[in-house]
Each structure stands twice: as C-alpha cells, then as structure tokens.
C-alpha cells in the first residue's frame, strides 16, 4: 500500500489557478497509476484526473478538460495538478488516490487501494 499526502489547496477568484501536489510513500512510486477525485459538499466523490505510472497517458473528467493539467514527478514521488481558469464550482475537498494496480476506466472510487486526506479547494465568484 502507498502513503498519501496532498497540499496547495486554498482559497482562490474566479479566473484564478492553484496547483495540487500528491506526496507518495510506502511504494515505488514509479509503479504505480494516480488518480484525482473531488467531493463537493452534499455530492459524491467524482473523478477528475488520472494518470498512467509512466505519464504515457492521461484522463480527465469533461468539466476540467482544457482548463486542468495532471502530471507526475517520479524522481520526486510527487503527482500534481495544475488547476487554471478556476470556477467556483471547482470548489471542493481534492483528493488524490491508487488503485494499486491496473487503472480501469472509468475511473471510480471504489477502484482505489489508497487515498489521502484531502486539500480543500474553495473558488470565490
């Protein structure tokens, strides 16, 4: 199992970009697929973003195409996402996670071995 820590969420305007990172532990980093959900409140945890072990390829949920941006430093054992042209409905606890294994699509929670706390992201209008 991997060990999971996200930081960089805050608060932001509208128009505004923060960008996520996800420190990884436990697992060779380099092995292993990284999704991003979020939970808004009163919502279900969806998907966001993911990525392949490699980086050879990535997955985005259709309200964060073109304005979102997954990547992966395996160096670093760090997974990021770039979140430009932020809305307030971006606004959310962001979460990243593991299957720990193959990466199905679609992507789903209970796909996932491992999960971090959560970063809170609030995007004011």
């Known amino acids: 199992q991997v060990q999971l820590v996200e930081s960089g969420g805050g608060l932001v305007q509208a128009g505004g970009s923060l960008r996520l990172s996800c420190a990884a532990s436990g697992r060779t980093f380099s092995r292993i697929n990284m999704v991003w959900f979020r939970q808004a409140p009163g919502k279900e945890r969806e998907f966001v973003a993911a990525?392949?072990?490699?980086?050879?390829?990535?997955y985005y949920a259709d309200s964060v195409k073109g304005r979102f941006t997954i990547s992966r430093d395996n160096a670093k054992n760090t997974m990021y996402l770039q979140m430009n042209s932020l809305k307030p409905e971006d606004t959310a606890v962001y979460y990243c996670?593991?299957?720990?294994?193959?990466?199905?699509?679609?992507?789903?929670?209970?796909?996932?071995?491992?999960w971090g706390q959560g970063t809170q992201v609030t995007v004011s209008s």
């Open positions: 996670a593991s299957p720990g294994g193959t990466l199905v699509i679609p992507v789903s929670p209970p796909r996932m071995g491992s």
């Open positions: 990525i392949t072990w490699s980086g050879g390829r990535t």
